[in-house]
């Protein structure tokens, strides 16, 4: 892969965005080590969910990979804050993904590659990592899905 992350993340047609300013009482990002936990990001667009509700319900699971995307990039904004540049990142540890659903709903993996596939499109071979899909009842704002990663950084 050419380029930095930050340039393929414009090569994808995006930028990041603004950290997403904590909701509660905590912070963005906490660094340990080589390690950078995130703050779960829910899919904030300029402030706002564009997309609530529950998945199988409101919201398509389509909708929902598409909102997980968002996550990821609210938590590689998270990230950049955090490091200075992108380049740092040696790898994505872990990705953590919380799915507002139906009780019969079973996607929730198929959810979250929306953001596993982003951090593979940013990082390459960096970017695979261990995850898990979690179902949940609700979520902050009543948001469809929430991310929280894990990166190791140089």
């Known amino acids: ?5 930050e340039e393929r993340i414009a090569e994808l047609g ?12 905590y912070v963005p990002t906490a660094r340990t080590g080589s390690l950078v936990y995130t703050a779960g990001q829910v899919p904030m667009v300029e402030g706002k969910l564009t997309v609530t509700g529950k998945v199988g319900a409101e ?6 990979a598409e909102q997980a995307r968002i ?10 804050a955090e490091i200075g540049e992108l380049s740092r990142v040696v790898r994505i540890v872990k990705v953590v ?15 979250i590659n929306g953001a596993s596939d982003l951090l593979g499109e940013v ?8 995850r898990s899909a979690v179902g949940v009842a609700a979520l902050p704002l009543d948001a469809a899905v929430e991310v929280e990663l894990i990166a190791e950084v140089s």
């Open 14 to 25: 995006l930028e990041l965005p603004e950290v997403v300013a904590p909701a509660g009482s």
């Open 1 to 5: 892969m050419a380029g930095t992350p």
């Open 123 to 130: 990082f390459g071979e960096a970017g695979r990592h261990a």
């Open 97 to 111: 993904g919380f799915v507002a659903s139906t009780p019969d709903f079973t996607g929730q993996p198929k959810v």
């Open 59 to 64: 919201v398509t699971p389509e909708q929902a």
């Open 71 to 80: 996550c990821a990039l609210n938590a590689l904004a998270a990230l950049k």
